[in-house]
Protein backbone atom coordinates (compact mmCIF):
# COMPACT_ATOMS: atom_id res chain seq x y z
CA UNK A 1 0.00 0.00 0.00
CA UNK A 2 0.92 3.76 -0.13
CA UNK A 3 2.13 3.42 3.50
CA UNK A 4 5.24 3.08 4.52
CA UNK A 5 6.31 -0.21 5.86
CA UNK A 6 6.47 -0.55 9.74
CA UNK A 7 7.39 -4.39 10.19
CA UNK A 8 8.32 -6.71 7.55
CA UNK A 9 8.25 -10.80 8.59
CA UNK A 10 10.03 -12.92 6.10
CA UNK A 11 9.45 -16.47 5.84
CA UNK A 12 9.23 -16.67 9.42
CA UNK A 13 8.93 -20.44 10.63
CA UNK A 14 8.26 -22.61 13.98
CA UNK A 15 8.17 -25.68 15.09
CA UNK A 16 6.75 -27.10 18.27
CA UNK A 17 8.32 -30.50 18.74
CA UNK A 18 7.15 -32.06 15.52
CA UNK A 19 4.51 -29.28 14.94
CA UNK A 20 4.78 -26.78 12.08
CA UNK A 21 3.43 -24.00 13.55
CA UNK A 22 4.74 -21.46 11.62
CA UNK A 23 5.24 -22.16 7.57
CA UNK A 24 7.04 -19.45 5.75
CA UNK A 25 5.19 -16.59 6.87
CA UNK A 26 5.97 -13.53 5.26
CA UNK A 27 3.64 -10.53 6.23
CA UNK A 28 4.09 -6.67 6.25
CA UNK A 29 2.82 -3.62 8.62
CA UNK A 30 2.77 -0.10 7.40
CA UNK A 31 3.19 2.62 9.45
CA UNK A 32 -0.29 3.57 11.20
CA UNK A 33 -1.60 0.65 9.27
CA UNK A 34 -4.40 -1.21 10.95
CA UNK A 35 -3.92 -5.09 9.90
CA UNK A 36 -6.12 -7.67 11.50
CA UNK A 37 -5.02 -11.50 11.65
CA UNK A 38 -7.44 -13.91 11.79
CA UNK A 39 -7.90 -17.60 11.00
CA UNK A 40 -9.05 -20.80 12.52
CA UNK A 41 -8.78 -21.74 16.43
CA UNK A 42 -4.45 -23.27 16.76
CA UNK A 43 -3.74 -21.41 12.73
CA UNK A 44 -0.84 -19.90 14.42
CA UNK A 45 -2.36 -16.68 14.84
CA UNK A 46 -0.57 -16.51 18.59
CA UNK A 47 2.52 -18.40 18.07
CA UNK A 48 3.26 -14.76 15.17
CA UNK A 49 2.19 -12.43 17.92
CA UNK A 50 4.67 -14.25 20.86
CA UNK A 51 7.64 -13.99 18.17
CA UNK A 52 6.81 -10.37 17.07
CA UNK A 53 6.93 -9.72 21.02
CA UNK A 54 10.17 -11.34 21.86
CA UNK A 55 7.99 -13.64 23.83
CA UNK A 56 9.49 -16.83 21.87
CA UNK A 57 11.81 -17.51 19.54
CA UNK A 58 11.21 -18.34 15.65
CA UNK A 59 13.23 -20.91 14.30
CA UNK A 60 14.21 -19.32 10.72
CA UNK A 61 13.18 -16.52 8.88
CA UNK A 62 13.88 -12.72 9.33
CA UNK A 63 12.02 -9.69 11.02
CA UNK A 64 12.72 -6.11 9.66
CA UNK A 65 11.41 -2.89 11.39
CA UNK A 66 11.38 0.06 9.07
CA UNK A 67 13.67 -1.66 6.72
CA UNK A 68 16.26 -2.76 8.65
CA UNK A 69 16.85 -6.42 9.99
CA UNK A 70 16.29 -6.69 13.91
CA UNK A 71 16.25 -9.63 16.30
CA UNK A 72 13.77 -9.92 18.87
CA UNK A 73 14.68 -12.45 21.38
CA UNK A 74 13.27 -11.31 24.36
CA UNK A 75 10.35 -8.75 25.57
CA UNK A 76 12.79 -6.44 26.24
CA UNK A 77 14.29 -6.22 23.18
CA UNK A 78 10.83 -5.90 21.88
CA UNK A 79 9.96 -2.88 23.74
CA UNK A 80 13.29 -1.34 23.05
CA UNK A 81 11.98 -1.45 19.08
CA UNK A 82 8.64 -0.11 20.29
CA UNK A 83 6.62 -2.81 20.58
CA UNK A 84 4.06 -3.62 22.75
CA UNK A 85 1.65 -6.77 23.06
CA UNK A 86 -1.40 -8.01 24.69
CA UNK A 87 -0.95 -11.75 24.85
CA UNK A 88 -4.43 -13.83 24.52
CA UNK A 89 -3.52 -15.14 28.37
CA UNK A 90 -3.38 -11.05 28.91
CA UNK A 91 -0.52 -11.80 31.21
CA UNK A 92 -1.91 -9.74 34.64
CA UNK A 93 -0.82 -11.27 37.94
CA UNK A 94 -4.07 -12.29 39.80
CA UNK A 95 -2.58 -11.17 43.21
CA UNK A 96 -1.72 -7.68 41.92
CA UNK A 97 -3.86 -4.92 42.39
CA UNK A 98 -5.35 -2.63 39.12
CA UNK A 99 -1.98 -0.16 38.78
CA UNK A 100 0.65 -3.07 39.77
CA UNK A 101 -0.48 -4.79 36.89
CA UNK A 102 -0.39 -1.68 34.90
CA UNK A 103 3.13 -0.68 35.22
CA UNK A 104 4.57 -4.13 36.00
CA UNK A 105 8.35 -3.47 35.07
CA UNK A 106 7.62 -0.18 34.55
CA UNK A 107 7.11 1.28 37.48
CA UNK A 108 6.88 5.05 38.76
CA UNK A 109 9.47 5.97 41.36
CA UNK A 110 10.38 8.84 43.51
CA UNK A 111 13.84 8.94 45.02
CA UNK A 112 14.61 9.64 48.35
CA UNK A 113 18.55 10.14 49.08
CA UNK A 114 19.89 7.38 47.27
CA UNK A 115 16.65 5.27 47.51
CA UNK A 116 14.22 4.65 45.15
CA UNK A 117 10.55 4.32 46.83
CA UNK A 118 7.64 3.17 44.46
CA UNK A 119 5.31 6.45 43.86
CA UNK A 120 2.08 4.79 44.32
CA UNK A 121 0.12 7.71 43.96
CA UNK A 122 1.14 8.89 39.82
CA UNK A 123 1.17 5.28 39.37
CA UNK A 124 -2.68 5.89 40.58
CA UNK A 125 -3.53 9.09 38.61
CA UNK A 126 -1.93 7.70 35.25
CA UNK A 127 -4.18 4.19 35.60
CA UNK A 128 -6.90 6.52 36.18
CA UNK A 129 -6.12 8.26 33.11
CA UNK A 130 -5.21 5.07 30.91
CA UNK A 131 -8.39 3.34 32.40
CA UNK A 132 -10.53 6.52 31.40
CA UNK A 133 -9.48 5.91 27.60
CA UNK A 134 -11.76 2.71 27.54
CA UNK A 135 -15.63 1.73 28.86
CA UNK A 136 -14.39 0.38 32.35
CA UNK A 137 -16.16 0.46 35.13
CA UNK A 138 -12.98 -0.99 37.92
CA UNK A 139 -14.40 -1.29 41.16
CA UNK A 140 -11.30 0.12 43.17
CA UNK A 141 -7.52 0.21 41.70
CA UNK A 142 -6.55 -1.14 44.94
CA UNK A 143 -8.30 -4.73 45.00
CA UNK A 144 -6.14 -7.61 43.26
CA UNK A 145 -7.38 -8.18 39.38
CA UNK A 146 -8.21 -11.82 40.77
CA UNK A 147 -11.09 -10.34 42.19
CA UNK A 148 -12.31 -8.57 39.03
CA UNK A 149 -14.45 -9.58 36.20
CA UNK A 150 -12.88 -11.19 32.47
CA UNK A 151 -13.81 -7.96 30.77
CA UNK A 152 -12.54 -5.87 33.33
CA UNK A 153 -9.35 -7.64 33.63
CA UNK A 154 -8.82 -7.42 29.71
CA UNK A 155 -9.16 -3.80 29.67
CA UNK A 156 -6.97 -3.22 32.61
CA UNK A 157 -4.42 -5.40 30.37
CA UNK A 158 -5.31 -3.41 27.52
CA UNK A 159 -4.30 -0.42 29.34
CA UNK A 160 -1.13 -1.43 29.88
CA UNK A 161 -0.32 -1.26 26.24
CA UNK A 162 -0.99 3.10 26.30
CA UNK A 163 1.73 3.77 29.27
CA UNK A 164 4.37 4.10 26.91
CA UNK A 165 4.75 5.76 23.10
CA UNK A 166 5.04 2.76 20.96
CA UNK A 167 5.55 2.50 17.23
CA UNK A 168 3.80 -1.17 16.74
CA UNK A 169 0.42 -2.45 19.39
CA UNK A 170 -0.05 -6.51 18.66
CA UNK A 171 -3.57 -7.35 20.45
CA UNK A 172 -4.28 -11.26 20.38
CA UNK A 173 -8.26 -11.26 20.80
CA UNK A 174 -8.48 -7.72 22.62
CA UNK A 175 -12.37 -7.94 23.09
CA UNK A 176 -12.85 -11.58 23.38
CA UNK A 177 -14.60 -10.73 26.86
CA UNK A 178 -15.98 -7.63 26.52
CA UNK A 179 -19.35 -6.90 25.76
CA UNK A 180 -20.77 -4.34 23.26
CA UNK A 181 -20.28 -1.29 24.89
CA UNK A 182 -16.82 -2.04 26.12
CA UNK A 183 -15.73 -3.42 22.46
CA UNK A 184 -16.71 -0.51 20.80
CA UNK A 185 -14.16 1.98 23.25
CA UNK A 186 -11.73 -0.88 21.46
CA UNK A 187 -12.43 -0.46 18.08
CA UNK A 188 -12.57 3.84 19.10
CA UNK A 189 -8.80 3.57 20.71
CA UNK A 190 -7.42 1.52 17.98
CA UNK A 191 -8.52 4.20 15.45
CA UNK A 192 -7.11 6.84 17.62
CA UNK A 193 -3.75 5.34 17.84
CA UNK A 194 -4.15 4.55 13.85
CA UNK A 195 -4.53 8.56 13.62
CA UNK A 196 -0.94 8.83 15.91
CA UNK A 197 0.49 6.95 13.05
CA UNK A 198 0.94 3.71 15.83
CA UNK A 199 0.58 0.57 13.71
CA UNK A 200 -1.41 -2.33 14.69
CA UNK A 201 -1.94 -5.96 14.21
CA UNK A 202 -4.80 -7.26 15.64
CA UNK A 203 -6.01 -10.82 16.09
CA UNK A 204 -10.14 -11.37 16.71
CA UNK A 205 -12.53 -14.34 15.50
CA UNK A 206 -15.29 -11.24 14.97
CA UNK A 207 -15.19 -10.77 11.52
CA UNK A 208 -17.80 -8.07 11.94
CA UNK A 209 -14.88 -6.23 13.88
CA UNK A 210 -12.31 -6.80 11.55
CA UNK A 211 -14.14 -5.46 8.92
CA UNK A 212 -15.08 -2.44 10.39
CA UNK A 213 -11.54 -1.53 11.54
CA UNK A 214 -9.41 -3.20 9.27
CA UNK A 215 -7.06 -1.73 6.48
CA UNK A 216 -5.81 -5.27 5.59
CA UNK A 217 -6.80 -8.41 6.42
CA UNK A 218 -4.07 -11.51 6.73
CA UNK A 219 -5.37 -15.38 6.91
CA UNK A 220 -3.64 -18.33 8.59
CA UNK A 221 -4.81 -21.42 7.99
CA UNK A 222 -2.63 -24.72 9.66
CA UNK A 223 0.27 -22.39 10.14
CA UNK A 224 0.72 -20.97 6.62
CA UNK A 225 -0.29 -17.62 5.14
CA UNK A 226 -2.97 -17.64 3.23
CA UNK A 227 -2.93 -13.84 1.70
CA UNK A 228 -4.23 -10.68 2.65
CA UNK A 229 -7.20 -8.86 1.54
CA UNK A 230 -8.59 -5.32 1.58
CA UNK A 231 -12.03 -5.47 3.31
CA UNK A 232 -12.91 -2.82 0.64
CA UNK A 233 -12.54 -5.13 -1.88
CA UNK A 234 -13.81 -8.71 -0.01
CA UNK A 235 -16.66 -9.74 1.19
CA UNK A 236 -17.00 -11.30 4.92
CA UNK A 237 -17.75 -14.46 2.57
CA UNK A 238 -14.09 -14.12 0.83
CA UNK A 239 -12.65 -13.96 4.07
CA UNK A 240 -14.80 -17.07 5.42
CA UNK A 241 -13.68 -19.18 2.72
CA UNK A 242 -10.42 -18.21 2.74
CA UNK A 243 -10.04 -19.17 6.35
CA UNK A 244 -12.05 -22.88 6.00
CA UNK A 245 -10.79 -24.00 2.21
CA UNK A 246 -6.97 -22.30 2.54
CA UNK A 247 -7.16 -20.93 -0.37
CA UNK A 248 -6.32 -17.26 -1.74
CA UNK A 249 -8.76 -14.83 -3.10
CA UNK A 250 -7.81 -13.47 -6.41
CA UNK A 251 -5.05 -10.85 -7.09
CA UNK A 252 -4.56 -8.84 -3.66
CA UNK A 253 -4.61 -12.86 -2.14
CA UNK A 254 -1.67 -13.04 -4.68
CA UNK A 255 0.35 -10.05 -3.81
CA UNK A 256 1.72 -11.47 -0.15
CA UNK B 1 -15.43 11.94 27.14
CA UNK B 2 -15.30 12.59 31.21
CA UNK B 3 -18.11 9.83 31.79
CA UNK B 4 -15.55 7.26 31.18
CA UNK B 5 -13.31 8.74 33.76
CA UNK B 6 -16.03 8.93 36.34
CA UNK B 7 -16.42 4.92 35.97
CA UNK B 8 -13.02 4.32 37.44
CA UNK B 9 -13.31 4.61 41.17
CA UNK B 10 -10.36 5.15 43.37
CA UNK B 11 -11.41 3.46 46.53
CA UNK B 12 -11.37 4.46 50.06
CA UNK B 13 -9.13 7.29 51.11
CA UNK B 14 -5.95 6.05 48.83
CA UNK B 15 -5.35 2.80 50.73
CA UNK B 16 -3.52 0.62 48.20
CA UNK B 17 -3.37 -2.32 50.57
CA UNK B 18 -6.88 -2.48 52.26
CA UNK B 19 -6.95 -6.67 51.70
CA UNK B 20 -3.79 -6.63 54.03
CA UNK B 21 -5.25 -4.74 57.26
CA UNK B 22 -7.93 -7.86 57.33
CA UNK B 23 -5.50 -10.69 57.66
CA UNK B 24 -3.43 -9.03 60.23
CA UNK B 25 -6.44 -8.27 62.36
CA UNK B 26 -6.93 -12.60 62.25
CA UNK B 27 -3.25 -13.47 63.51
CA UNK B 28 -3.62 -10.56 66.38
CA UNK B 29 -6.97 -11.83 67.49
CA UNK B 30 -5.14 -15.10 67.57
CA UNK B 31 -2.19 -13.78 69.56
CA UNK B 32 -4.55 -11.91 72.27
CA UNK B 33 -7.03 -14.99 73.02
CA UNK B 34 -3.70 -16.60 73.18
CA UNK B 35 -2.27 -14.47 75.92
CA UNK B 36 -5.77 -14.27 77.69
CA UNK B 37 -6.00 -18.58 78.19
CA UNK B 38 -1.91 -18.86 78.81
CA UNK B 39 -2.08 -16.37 81.68
CA UNK B 40 -5.24 -17.19 83.34
CA UNK B 41 -3.78 -21.10 83.16
CA UNK B 42 -0.88 -19.67 84.33
CA UNK B 43 -0.63 -16.56 85.82
CA UNK B 44 3.24 -16.41 85.62
CA UNK B 45 3.27 -16.41 82.10
CA UNK B 46 1.29 -12.42 82.29
CA UNK B 47 4.87 -10.40 83.67
CA UNK B 48 6.51 -8.27 81.51
CA UNK B 49 9.82 -9.69 82.10
CA UNK B 50 8.40 -13.53 80.53
CA UNK B 51 6.84 -11.28 77.43
CA UNK B 52 10.17 -9.76 76.63
CA UNK B 53 11.52 -13.04 77.42
CA UNK B 54 9.44 -14.42 74.74
CA UNK B 55 10.14 -11.78 72.22
CA UNK B 56 14.35 -12.19 72.24
CA UNK B 57 13.46 -16.05 72.12
CA UNK B 58 11.00 -15.04 69.07
CA UNK B 59 13.54 -12.37 67.58
CA UNK B 60 15.66 -14.60 65.52
CA UNK B 61 13.26 -16.26 63.92
CA UNK B 62 11.20 -13.03 63.36
CA UNK B 63 14.25 -11.95 61.05
CA UNK B 64 14.44 -15.24 59.50
CA UNK B 65 10.48 -15.42 58.81
CA UNK B 66 11.24 -12.03 57.15
CA UNK B 67 13.56 -13.63 54.82
CA UNK B 68 10.80 -16.59 54.40
CA UNK B 69 8.34 -14.55 53.42
CA UNK B 70 9.50 -13.02 50.28
CA UNK B 71 10.96 -16.39 49.54
CA UNK B 72 7.42 -18.31 50.13
CA UNK B 73 5.48 -15.09 48.28
CA UNK B 74 7.83 -15.70 44.92
CA UNK B 75 6.46 -19.00 45.05
CA UNK B 76 9.83 -20.26 46.73
CA UNK B 77 10.41 -22.41 50.14
CA UNK B 78 14.12 -22.38 51.91
CA UNK B 79 14.79 -25.64 53.99
CA UNK B 80 18.35 -25.12 53.99
CA UNK B 81 18.22 -21.45 56.87
CA UNK B 82 19.32 -24.01 59.73
CA UNK B 83 22.18 -25.27 58.24
CA UNK B 84 23.24 -21.54 56.51
CA UNK B 85 22.91 -20.36 60.22
CA UNK B 86 25.03 -23.12 61.12
CA UNK B 87 27.74 -23.28 58.80
CA UNK B 88 27.78 -19.63 58.86
CA UNK B 89 28.02 -19.37 62.72
CA UNK B 90 30.99 -21.95 63.02
CA UNK B 91 32.93 -20.12 60.94
CA UNK B 92 32.48 -16.47 62.10
CA UNK B 93 32.47 -17.87 66.01
CA UNK B 94 35.70 -19.37 65.00
CA UNK B 95 37.51 -16.50 63.86
CA UNK B 96 36.39 -14.31 66.54
CA UNK B 97 37.48 -16.57 69.57
CA UNK B 98 40.79 -17.71 67.65
CA UNK B 99 41.37 -13.48 67.70
CA UNK B 100 39.84 -12.26 64.52
CA UNK B 101 38.43 -8.71 64.73
CA UNK B 102 34.83 -8.66 65.78
CA UNK B 103 33.25 -6.02 62.85
CA UNK B 104 35.40 -8.68 60.42
CA UNK B 105 34.01 -12.03 62.13
CA UNK B 106 30.47 -10.09 62.06
CA UNK B 107 31.06 -9.62 58.37
CA UNK B 108 32.27 -13.05 57.95
CA UNK B 109 29.22 -14.43 58.90
CA UNK B 110 27.02 -12.80 57.23
CA UNK B 111 28.90 -12.75 53.86
CA UNK B 112 29.16 -16.06 53.75
CA UNK B 113 25.30 -16.47 54.41
CA UNK B 114 24.11 -13.94 51.81
CA UNK B 115 26.63 -16.06 49.81
CA UNK B 116 25.37 -19.36 50.48
CA UNK B 117 21.64 -17.73 49.84
CA UNK B 118 22.91 -16.70 46.22
CA UNK B 119 23.69 -20.76 46.19
CA UNK B 120 20.26 -21.48 46.75
CA UNK B 121 18.93 -19.01 44.47
CA UNK B 122 21.27 -20.25 41.57
CA UNK B 123 20.14 -23.68 41.58
CA UNK B 124 16.51 -22.69 41.79
CA UNK B 125 16.83 -19.66 38.66
CA UNK B 126 19.61 -21.08 36.48
CA UNK B 127 19.55 -24.41 36.90
CA UNK B 128 15.72 -25.06 37.50
CA UNK B 129 16.12 -27.07 40.08
CA UNK B 130 12.56 -26.84 42.17
CA UNK B 131 13.35 -25.28 45.33
CA UNK B 132 12.17 -27.82 47.61
CA UNK B 133 14.48 -30.50 46.21
CA UNK B 134 17.27 -27.71 45.82
CA UNK B 135 17.06 -26.36 49.13
CA UNK B 136 17.09 -29.71 50.64
CA UNK B 137 19.69 -30.71 49.02
CA UNK B 138 22.05 -27.87 50.18
CA UNK B 139 20.71 -28.31 53.66
CA UNK B 140 21.82 -31.51 54.09
CA UNK B 141 24.98 -30.70 52.41
CA UNK B 142 25.73 -27.11 53.97
CA UNK B 143 25.37 -29.27 57.69
CA UNK B 144 28.07 -31.50 56.45
CA UNK B 145 30.27 -28.88 55.99
CA UNK B 146 29.41 -27.73 59.45
CA UNK B 147 30.35 -30.80 61.06
CA UNK B 148 32.86 -31.17 59.11
CA UNK B 149 34.25 -28.14 60.17
CA UNK B 150 32.98 -28.36 63.91
CA UNK B 151 31.95 -31.46 64.63
CA UNK B 152 31.87 -31.86 68.62
CA UNK B 153 33.22 -28.59 69.23
CA UNK B 154 31.25 -25.85 71.61
CA UNK B 155 32.26 -22.70 70.80
CA UNK B 156 31.89 -19.78 73.31
CA UNK B 157 33.67 -16.82 74.15
CA UNK B 158 32.51 -13.88 71.81
CA UNK B 159 34.03 -10.60 71.85
CA UNK B 160 32.10 -8.40 73.73
CA UNK B 161 30.26 -5.84 71.35
CA UNK B 162 29.11 -8.40 69.27
CA UNK B 163 27.58 -10.55 72.72
CA UNK B 164 25.76 -7.34 73.54
CA UNK B 165 24.06 -7.75 69.69
CA UNK B 166 22.40 -11.02 71.77
CA UNK B 167 22.58 -9.44 75.48
CA UNK B 168 22.31 -5.80 75.75
CA UNK B 169 19.34 -3.33 76.04
CA UNK B 170 18.82 0.17 74.84
CA UNK B 171 16.37 2.14 76.10
CA UNK B 172 14.96 -1.15 78.18
CA UNK B 173 14.09 -2.90 75.25
CA UNK B 174 16.99 -6.18 74.64
CA UNK B 175 18.88 -5.56 71.56
CA UNK B 176 17.62 -8.70 70.29
CA UNK B 177 14.02 -7.60 70.33
CA UNK B 178 15.40 -4.10 68.94
CA UNK B 179 17.15 -5.49 65.51
CA UNK B 180 13.74 -7.69 64.78
CA UNK B 181 11.68 -4.71 64.52
CA UNK B 182 14.07 -3.30 62.52
CA UNK B 183 14.31 -6.20 60.01
CA UNK B 184 10.64 -6.46 60.10
CA UNK B 185 10.44 -2.66 59.18
CA UNK B 186 12.31 -3.22 56.96
CA UNK B 187 11.07 -5.79 55.32
CA UNK B 188 7.26 -4.16 55.20
CA UNK B 189 9.05 -1.75 53.14
CA UNK B 190 11.01 -3.43 50.83
CA UNK B 191 7.91 -5.61 49.84
CA UNK B 192 5.45 -3.03 49.44
CA UNK B 193 7.11 0.53 48.56
CA UNK B 194 10.05 -1.17 46.27
CA UNK B 195 9.92 -2.90 42.69
CA UNK B 196 12.25 -5.49 44.31
CA UNK B 197 8.48 -6.17 46.31
CA UNK B 198 6.53 -5.77 43.39
CA UNK B 199 8.81 -8.75 41.57
CA UNK B 200 8.44 -10.72 44.34
CA UNK B 201 5.16 -10.99 44.82
CA UNK B 202 4.44 -11.22 40.66
CA UNK B 203 7.01 -14.15 40.21
CA UNK B 204 4.75 -15.87 42.66
CA UNK B 205 1.62 -14.68 41.40
CA UNK B 206 2.42 -15.06 37.34
CA UNK B 207 6.30 -15.79 36.67
CA UNK B 208 5.31 -15.43 32.88
CA UNK B 209 3.46 -12.37 33.23
CA UNK B 210 6.69 -11.18 35.07
CA UNK B 211 8.52 -12.63 32.32
CA UNK B 212 6.93 -11.26 29.56
CA UNK B 213 6.80 -7.58 31.11
CA UNK B 214 11.31 -7.96 30.07
CA UNK B 215 12.04 -7.93 33.72
CA UNK B 216 14.98 -10.39 34.73
CA UNK B 217 12.79 -13.11 36.43
CA UNK B 218 16.23 -15.03 36.92
CA UNK B 219 17.99 -12.27 39.05
CA UNK B 220 14.82 -11.25 40.94
CA UNK B 221 14.93 -15.06 41.70
CA UNK B 222 18.88 -14.70 43.12
CA UNK B 223 18.18 -11.62 44.89
CA UNK B 224 15.08 -13.22 46.95
CA UNK B 225 17.17 -16.55 48.02
CA UNK B 226 20.19 -14.42 48.42
CA UNK B 227 18.27 -11.79 50.90
CA UNK B 228 16.60 -15.11 53.00
CA UNK B 229 20.62 -15.58 53.72
CA UNK B 230 21.48 -11.62 54.92
CA UNK B 231 17.91 -12.21 57.06
CA UNK B 232 19.52 -15.66 58.62
CA UNK B 233 22.78 -14.08 58.71
CA UNK B 234 21.43 -11.45 61.10
CA UNK B 235 18.76 -14.16 62.75
CA UNK B 236 21.80 -16.59 63.24
CA UNK B 237 24.37 -13.28 64.85
CA UNK B 238 21.00 -12.30 66.97
CA UNK B 239 21.15 -16.29 68.09
CA UNK B 240 24.72 -16.84 68.75
CA UNK B 241 24.95 -14.00 70.52
CA UNK B 242 22.25 -14.03 73.26
CA UNK B 243 23.69 -17.47 73.92
CA UNK B 244 27.18 -16.85 73.16
CA UNK B 245 28.26 -19.60 71.82
CA UNK B 246 27.35 -21.78 69.00
CA UNK B 247 28.03 -25.43 67.05
CA UNK B 248 27.46 -27.51 64.37
CA UNK B 249 24.15 -28.49 65.39
CA UNK B 250 22.69 -25.02 66.05
CA UNK B 251 19.72 -24.49 63.90
CA UNK B 252 18.54 -28.10 63.41
CA UNK B 253 14.59 -27.82 63.05
CA UNK B 254 14.85 -23.81 62.61
CA UNK B 255 13.85 -24.02 58.93
CA UNK B 256 10.41 -25.51 59.87
CA UNK B 257 9.78 -22.87 62.52
CA UNK B 258 10.37 -20.05 60.30
CA UNK B 259 8.45 -21.49 57.85
CA UNK B 260 5.76 -22.12 59.81
CA UNK B 261 5.69 -18.31 61.61
CA UNK B 262 5.29 -17.48 57.75
CA UNK B 263 2.33 -19.82 57.01
CA UNK B 264 0.52 -19.07 60.44
CA UNK B 265 1.23 -15.58 59.46
CA UNK B 266 -1.06 -15.82 56.20
CA UNK B 267 1.61 -15.79 53.69
CA UNK B 268 -0.04 -18.12 50.91
CA UNK B 269 1.86 -21.06 50.19
CA UNK B 270 0.65 -20.62 46.44
CA UNK B 271 2.97 -17.44 46.15
CA UNK B 272 1.86 -14.13 45.24
CA UNK B 273 0.98 -12.20 48.50
CA UNK B 274 3.00 -12.30 51.83
CA UNK B 275 2.65 -10.26 55.06
CA UNK B 276 5.52 -9.10 57.10
CA UNK B 277 3.26 -8.22 59.71
CA UNK B 278 2.03 -11.38 59.95
CA UNK B 279 5.38 -13.58 60.21
CA UNK B 280 5.91 -11.49 63.09
CA UNK B 281 3.07 -12.16 64.61
CA UNK B 282 3.21 -15.87 63.40
CA UNK B 283 6.71 -16.05 64.98
CA UNK B 284 5.73 -14.79 68.25
CA UNK B 285 3.16 -17.17 68.33
CA UNK B 286 5.00 -20.06 67.96
CA UNK B 287 7.71 -18.53 70.58
CA UNK B 288 4.67 -17.99 73.28
CA UNK B 289 3.20 -21.71 72.89
CA UNK B 290 6.76 -22.89 73.20
CA UNK B 291 6.89 -20.53 76.36
CA UNK B 292 3.70 -21.65 77.94
CA UNK B 293 4.61 -24.96 77.33
CA UNK B 294 8.33 -24.67 79.18
CA UNK B 295 6.51 -22.88 82.29
CA UNK B 296 3.85 -25.49 82.26
CA UNK B 297 6.91 -28.05 82.34
CA UNK B 298 6.12 -29.92 79.26
CA UNK B 299 8.98 -31.95 77.86
CA UNK B 300 10.80 -29.80 75.11
CA UNK B 301 9.67 -32.42 72.20
CA UNK B 302 6.51 -31.34 72.88
CA UNK B 303 7.06 -28.19 71.56
CA UNK B 304 8.02 -30.24 68.05
CA UNK B 305 4.66 -32.45 68.24
CA UNK B 306 2.63 -29.17 68.85
CA UNK B 307 4.64 -26.37 66.39
CA UNK B 308 3.90 -29.23 63.62
CA UNK B 309 0.24 -29.29 64.40
CA UNK B 310 0.09 -25.28 64.43
CA UNK B 311 1.42 -25.54 60.99
CA UNK B 312 -1.02 -27.30 59.99
CA UNK B 313 -3.64 -26.07 60.85
CA UNK B 314 -2.61 -22.48 59.69
CA UNK B 315 -2.23 -24.23 56.34
CA UNK B 316 -5.77 -25.20 56.70
CA UNK B 317 -7.19 -22.53 57.66
CA UNK B 318 -5.23 -20.47 54.57
CA UNK B 319 -7.13 -22.91 52.67
CA UNK B 320 -10.13 -22.38 54.07
CA UNK B 321 -10.38 -18.34 53.66
CA UNK B 322 -8.87 -18.35 49.95
CA UNK B 323 -11.80 -20.90 49.07
CA UNK B 324 -9.49 -24.59 47.98
CA UNK B 325 -11.16 -26.20 50.43
CA UNK B 326 -14.74 -25.85 51.84
CA UNK B 327 -16.29 -26.58 55.53
CA UNK B 328 -18.80 -28.68 53.77
CA UNK B 329 -16.49 -31.08 52.04
CA UNK B 330 -14.07 -31.57 55.49
CA UNK B 331 -14.11 -35.07 56.98
CA UNK B 332 -16.04 -34.71 60.35
CA UNK B 333 -17.67 -31.05 59.00
CA UNK B 334 -19.26 -32.16 56.27
CA UNK B 335 -21.87 -34.30 57.45
CA UNK B 336 -23.32 -31.57 59.92
CA UNK B 337 -24.86 -29.82 56.67
CA UNK B 338 -25.37 -29.57 52.85
N1 LIG C 1 3.84 -23.84 23.69
C1 LIG C 1 3.41 -24.71 22.76
N2 LIG C 1 3.89 -25.97 22.71
C2 LIG C 1 3.48 -26.84 21.77
N3 LIG C 1 2.57 -26.55 20.83
C3 LIG C 1 2.05 -25.31 20.81
C4 LIG C 1 2.44 -24.33 21.78
N4 LIG C 1 1.76 -23.19 21.53
C5 LIG C 1 0.97 -23.45 20.46
N5 LIG C 1 1.16 -24.72 20.03
C6 LIG C 1 0.50 -25.32 18.85
O1 LIG C 1 0.75 -24.50 17.73
C7 LIG C 1 -0.43 -24.36 16.95
C8 LIG C 1 -0.77 -22.89 16.81
O2 LIG C 1 -1.17 -22.38 18.06
P1 LIG C 1 -1.61 -20.88 18.28
O3 LIG C 1 -1.80 -20.67 19.72
O4 LIG C 1 -0.64 -19.99 17.58
O5 LIG C 1 -3.00 -20.85 17.52
P2 LIG C 1 -4.05 -19.65 17.36
O6 LIG C 1 -4.18 -19.39 15.91
O7 LIG C 1 -3.69 -18.52 18.21
O8 LIG C 1 -5.40 -20.32 17.87
P3 LIG C 1 -6.62 -19.73 18.73
O9 LIG C 1 -7.53 -19.06 17.77
O10 LIG C 1 -7.25 -20.94 19.32
O11 LIG C 1 -6.06 -18.81 19.76
C9 LIG C 1 -1.51 -25.17 17.64
O12 LIG C 1 -1.62 -26.41 16.97
C10 LIG C 1 -1.00 -25.39 19.02
O13 LIG C 1 -1.39 -26.64 19.53
MG1 LIG D 1 -4.50 -17.69 19.85
Redesign the interface.
Known amino acids: MEAKELLKLANLNKWYDGLHALQDVSLTIGEGEVVALVGDNGAGKSTLVKII?G?QGSDEGEIYLKGKPVTVS???D??NLGIA?L?Q?????????V??NIF????E?RSIGPI???D??KM?ER??EL??????????????VLSMSGGQRQCVAISRLLLDQVNLILMDEPMAALGVAEGQ?VLDLIERLKEKGVSVLIISHNLEHVFSIADRIAVLKNGRMVGTVSPKNSSRSDVVRMITTGEGAGPEGAAQ | MSVSKTNVKTGAAGRADGAFTFEGLGITAVLLVIIVVFSFVNPRFFAIENFLNILTQAAPFIIMAVGMTFVITAAGIDLSVGSILALSSVIGFDFMTSGGHPVIGVAIIIVVAVALGVLNGVLVAYLVIPPFIATLATMVSLRGLALLHSAGTMHYGLPEAVAFLGQGKVLGLPMPVLIALLAALFGYWLLNFTKFGVYCRALGGNKEALRLTGVSVKRIEVLVYGFMGLMVGLGGLVMIARIDSTQATIGTASEIHVIAAVIIGGTSLFGGKGTIYGSVAGAILLAMVANALVIGGADFFWQLVVTGIIVLFAVLIGNLREGRVSMAKLPLFGRTKS
Open positions: SASPKASAHSLGLVGSLNFELGRETKVLKKRAILGELAIDVPRLGVPK
